[in-house]
């Protein structure tokens, strides 16, 4: 008999190992690669699943037909942390929303520490430290196996429908967003999209604060300030990220720096200062007298349509990708006033031309050499080449960071150094 059974051996199943080793606890650490892991799992009291395996697999029934407990990499990674949490989830943003708190929280205050869905498992900084202040971008995957993670503090960024190859239909998604906040309590502190009746449900004894709504206390006014209350928190015109979705993230991590005591004039220094992730409607520069940016890691159609409203028209889409059941018809009256031809590539192309076909011309390619084959022929001066997928990399690539990487080296290759010119 032992005590855990780590199913998963990527990134988060070794870094839970590395956990438990540390700390001298008996485990095993298996996968389907494992005939033996049925008779592995009679043997242990708790059952750690790694965030890719999705409910339907074989491990979580037997773990509930044996009265095994069931729970995540992040779940154990908390239950061995002696610090704070703040955790940041939603459809989309997550990765930058968390990048600005953790940059804006550790410009004042020891021991900060970033991870979860960004790249760095959990389980990995406790290995390290285990105390201080955990920034998280939390996924729909890891809430679900959650019992009892509490954040201190935490963000619900939007909501909007994904991963249904995962998940059974859109309320279990949403339940495993729920999952990361209905331990809070009272004392903590809750950051609510309040245009979305979903996610202002969302089940949480927190104290909440608003934002995109009528009574809310952030406030985003037509000239680009933002404010919470009456307290001006930065001006957006010196943000250097595109796009109002981005001062929305901006202004989460503004806030969650109040609540840690990070003064007001460090908050506006690195909003102002910092420029993005890679691969996040990332601004490559003028080619061919067209303005270039890559946005791979828009892996939704509600990431598309932010990408969409952020960038000048008229635009040449490139998108496509792995198809997870999305539906991208409530883009049409987007794609009509800003798309001017459109570029689709991927698994689900075809579904892609069905859905726009009739409002711009929409050419199926293979892959992103035909696509840059053809962005060639096209006249692009006084243009916008937008690459946002709109959906996940996994049909032809093994992550969007790939794809991305890949989108640039096109670039270069199909149009050379890019040309004077800004962004903006």
Same mark, same amino acid.
């Given at each position: 008999?032992?005590? =855990?059974?780590?199913?998963?051996?990527?990134?988060?199943?070794?870094?839970?190992?590395?956990?438990?080793?540390?700390? #001298?606890?008996?485990?095993?650490? %298996?996968?389907?690669?494992?005939?033996?892991?049925?008779?592995?799992?009679?043997?242990?009291?708790?059952?750690?699943?790694?965030?890719?395996?999705?409910?339907?697999?074989?491990?979580?029934?037997?773990?509930?037909?044996?009265?095994?407990?069931?729970?995540?990499?992040?779940?154990?990674? =908390?239950?061995?942390?002696?610090?704070?949490?703040?955790?940041?989830?939603?459809?989309?943003?997550?990765?930058?929303?968390? @990048?600005?708190?953790?940059?804006?929280?550790?410009?004042?205050?020891?021991?900060?520490?970033?991870?979860?869905?960004?790249?760095?498992?959990?389980?990995?900084?406790? &290995?390290?430290?285990?105390? #201080?202040?955990?920034?998280?971008?939390?996924?729909? *995957?890891?809430?679900?196996?959650?019992? *009892?993670?509490?954040?201190?503090?935490?963000?619900?960024?939007? *909501?909007?429908?994904?991963?249904?190859?995962?998940?059974?239909?859109?309320?279990?998604?949403?339940?495993?967003?729920?999952?990361?906040?209905?331990?809070?309590?009272?004392?903590?502190?809750?950051?609510?999209?309040?245009?979305?009746? @979903?996610?202002?449900?969302?089940?949480?004894?927190?104290?909440?604060?608003?934002?995109?709504?009528?009574?809310?206390?952030?406030?985003?006014?037509?000239?680009?300030?933002?404010?919470?209350?009456?307290?001006?928190?930065?001006?957006?015109?010196?943000?250097?990220?595109?796009?109002?979705?981005?001062?929305?993230?901006?202004?989460?991590?503004?806030?969650?720096?109040?609540?840690?005591? %990070?003064?007001?004039?460090?908050?506006?220094?690195?909003?102002?200062?910092?420029? #993005?992730?890679? =691969?996040?409607?990332?601004?490559?520069?003028?080619?061919?007298? &067209?303005?270039?940016?890559?946005?791979?890691?828009?892996?939704?159609?509600?990431?598309?349509?932010?990408?969409?409203?952020?960038?000048?028209?008229?635009?040449?889409?490139?998108?496509?990708?792995?198809?997870?059941?999305?539906?991208?018809?409530?883009?049409?009256?987007?794609?009509?006033?800003? %798309?001017?031809?459109?570029?689709?590539?991927?698994?689900?192309?075809?579904?892609?031309?069905?859905?726009?076909?009739?409002?711009?011309?929409?050419?199926?390619?293979?892959?992103?050499?035909?696509?840059?084959?053809?962005?060639?022929?096209?006249?692009?001066?006084?243009?916008?080449?937008? *690459?946002?997928? #709109?959906?996940?990399?996994?049909?032809?690539?093994?992550? =969007?960071?790939?794809?991305?990487?890949?989108?640039?080296?096109?670039?270069?290759?199909?149009?050379?150094?890019?040309?004077?010119?800004?962004?903006?």
């Amino acid at each position: 008999m032992f005590r =855990y059974l780590i199913f998963g051996k990527g990134r988060s199943g070794r870094a839970a190992s590395l956990l438990l080793s540390k700390r #001298g606890i008996p485990h095993r650490l %298996v996968d389907d690669g494992d005939p033996l892991w049925r008779s592995e799992l009679r043997k242990a009291q708790t059952v750690v699943v790694s965030p890719g395996i999705p409910p339907r697999h074989a491990v979580f029934k037997l773990a509930s037909l044996l009265k095994k407990e069931l729970i995540g990499e992040t779940e154990l990674a =908390y239950r061995f942390w002696r610090g704070s949490v703040v955790a940041v989830t939603g459809t989309d943003g997550k990765s930058t929303a968390t @990048r600005l708190a953790y940059l804006v929280l550790s410009s004042t205050l020891p021991s900060v520490f970033e991870g979860g869905n960004t790249g760095v498992p959990f389980s990995e900084l406790v &290995a390290k430290g285990g105390s #201080g202040l955990a920034v998280l971008e939390v996924s729909s *995957f890891q809430g679900y196996t959650l019992r *009892f993670f509490r954040p201190q503090a935490g963000a619900f960024l939007n *909501f909007a429908p994904d991963h249904l190859d995962w998940h059974t239909d859109l309320d279990d998604y949403l339940r495993g967003k729920y999952r990361i906040f209905h331990r809070q309590r009272p004392g903590d502190l809750l950051i609510l999209n309040g245009s979305d009746e @979903r996610v202002l449900e969302t089940p949480s004894a927190a104290r909440k604060v608003l934002f995109d709504h009528p009574a809310g206390e952030v406030r985003i006014r037509p000239d680009g300030r933002v404010y919470l209350g009456d307290l001006l928190l930065f001006e957006g015109r010196k943000v250097k990220l595109k796009g109002a979705h981005n001062l929305r993230n901006a202004a989460v991590a503004a806030v969650l720096g109040l609540e840690f005591g %990070v003064p007001l004039k460090r908050i506006r220094e690195v909003l102002y200062s910092f420029e #993005g992730l890679p =691969y996040r409607l990332q601004y490559l520069g003028r080619f061919a007298g &067209a303005r270039f940016y890559n946005d791979s890691k828009s892996t939704t159609p509600n990431a598309l349509r932010a990408a969409l409203e952020a960038v000048e028209g008229p635009v040449v889409l490139v998108f496509g990708g792995k198809d997870k059941g999305a539906d991208f018809s409530p883009l049409r009256g987007l794609f009509k006033r800003k %798309v001017w031809r459109a570029l689709a590539f991927g698994e689900n192309a075809p579904k892609l031309k069905e859905t726009f076909g009739d409002l711009v011309e929409v050419k199926v390619l293979k892959n992103l050499e035909e696509v840059f084959g053809e962005l060639r022929k096209l006249p692009l001066e006084g243009k916008t080449v937008l *690459f946002s997928p #709109g959906a996940a990399s996994f049909d032809l690539y093994s992550s =969007y960071a790939e794809r991305g990487e890949h989108f640039n080296r096109l670039v270069e290759e199909f149009f050379g150094r890019p040309s004077r010119g800004g962004g903006t």
